[in-house]
């Protein structure tokens, strides 16, 4: 148990710093946003953490017996990066993990993502599989017709998207029905200012395993989501890639995003798949349509690009968890003066705290406004009483009180007229019983 003590104490209370490892390819580990929440989270918590990069030739070469040792491990897969290896060092070493290792393997195949949505009650398209020459796997049975397919006996009219079942193959094609004129738009990661090609072509791809979704039709916008633990999301609006293909970019070059508010349930979405993905950092995708949000891709540990705010909550969120954790876990005392997450999110709750509002109807409590005074002051010593007495009217007429309505009587013998008075009026009452 930790010794007790004030704030001089520190290095007694919290006995050594705890470390942080970042361990993901270079470009992700040193990426800005990265650095930002870094930079932020030592600014906050440096005198209870440090963080180091786990290097990415130690990382590709090094056996995981060579790796660095840290208290806290923030890791996930990119292209390239070894997962196996990275969920034998947790298993070597056993770190604090940040976002689950073994379960970003469900993030790689979009069937497992599908299942574990459908298994958690969260909306995403209707969807069958293609499967061929998988190993285990029979391969799937397609029946193709110009303005729709067959996977399984389940029918898919156009417009329908087809996506490589590997979540990593970004080659996602919507097919048209022949009523607007047929053909496809075929998506790919963006390339310079596009992000899709019209093809005349409305054959599917006939090699390969694929998801058929039936399309969603959520006017041409995205909503990516980014959510830091399971009481925070911050969104934002894109145009679809799928629209045009054309990448709208501001003068910066940065592509262009809208605000976003999310809904009750749309939080509660975001909640939902924090802790369905093990993932405490994890962006997805929304497609509002008919009145619901429809998710159709989870991406796992995904960062804001540019956003100063979120990156100062991202890094009190995870510098906060990671300090509790440690704090509970080593029995050492929580830093009494340590910054506090966020709390604009606290409809994430399973509650969302919701109020009825003066004009009856239910809404959401966003925020409390107070207006405090301080409780330093003397009570004000006053009666108010009801007098009959005339020679009460006669003291109210002698200051002028008939003319002005009201009189005021601060000066001491003014105030002693007062008294002797109410002393007359007592004694008089005592000798009357
Ligand atoms: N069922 C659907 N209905 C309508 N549009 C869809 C549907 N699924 C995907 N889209 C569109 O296609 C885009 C790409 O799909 P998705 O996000 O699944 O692919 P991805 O390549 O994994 O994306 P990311 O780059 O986010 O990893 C989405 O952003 C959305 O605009
Ligand atoms: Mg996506």
Redesign the pocket.
């Known amino acids: 148990m930790a010794p007790k003590g004030g704030k001089e104490d520190k290095e007694e209370i919290w006995p050594y710093k705890i470390t942080i490892g970042i361990c993901a390819m270079h470009r992700k580990a040193t990426s800005k946003p990265m650095r930002a929440i870094m930079k932020k989270l030592i600014e906050c918590y440096g005198q209870w953490v440090d963080f180091f990069i786990f290097p990415e030739q130690v990382i590709l070469n090094e056996p995981i017996e060579n790796w660095p040792l840290c208290h806290c491990l923030v890791s996930f897969h990119s292209t390239e990066f070894p997962l196996e290896k990275a969920i034998a060092y947790v298993k070597l070493r056993k770190p604090y993990v940040i976002n689950n290792l073994d379960r970003q393997y469900d993030l790689l195949d979009?069937r497992t993502v599908f299942k574990i949505l459908s298994d958690n009650g969260i909306e995403h398209?209707r969807?069958g599989y293609v499967i061929r020459g998988r190993p285990n796997e029979p391969d799937t049975e397609l029946v193709e017709h110009p303005d729709h397919i067959e996977v399984n006996g389940e029918v898919f009219n156009k417009?329908?998207?087809e996506?490589p079942i590997s979540?990593e193959?970004?080659?996602?094609y919507?097919y048209y029905p022949s009523s607007v004129g047929g053909g496809s738009q075929r998506?790919f990661?963006k390339i310079n200012n596009r992000s899709s090609w019209y093809s005349p072509k409305s054959e599917v791809r006939k090699e390969g395993s694929y998801i058929y979704?039936?399309?969603?039709?959520?006017d041409g916008t995205?909503v990516?989501v980014y959510a830091v633990g399971p009481f925070y999301a911050h969104a934002e609006a894109?145009k679809?890639?799928?629209?045009d293909g054309k990448v709208e970019r501001d003068s910066d070059g940065k592509e262009v995003r809208y605000p976003v508010i999310l809904s009750n349930k749309e939080k509660q979405i975001a909640k939902k798949i924090v802790l369905a993905f093990g993932q405490t950092v994890c962006?997805f995708?929304l497609?509002r349509a008919n009145g619901k949000s429809?998710v159709?891709?989870v991406?796992g540990f995904s960062f804001v690009k540019t956003s100063t705010k979120y990156y100062e909550d991202t890094a009190k969120i995870l510098g906060n968890q990671i300090v509790r954790h440690y704090a509970k876990t080593k029995n050492w005392r929580l830093p009494p003066d340590m910054p506090q997450p966020p709390i604009l999110d606290l409809g994430l709750g399973d509650d969302p705290p919701m109020i009825t509002t003066p004009s009856g109807k239910l809404a959401e409590l966003r925020c409390v406004v107070a207006v405090i005074r301080h409780g330093d002051r003397t009570p004000k010593q006053k009666m108010k009483l009801v007098v009959t007495d005339e020679r009460f009217f006669a003291l109210f007429e002698k200051y002028d009180g008939y003319k002005k309505n009201e009189i005021k009587m601060k000066k001491p013998n003014q105030l002693m007229e007062v008294l002797e008075l109410a002393r007359a009026l007592v004694s008089e009452k005592q000798v009357g019983e």
């Open positions: 979009r398209p969807h417009p329908f998207v996506k979540s193959d970004h080659n996602v919507i998506l990661r979704e039936e399309f969603i039709p959520a995205d990516k894109r679809a890639p799928g629209l962006g995708d497609l429809y159709c891709d991406n």
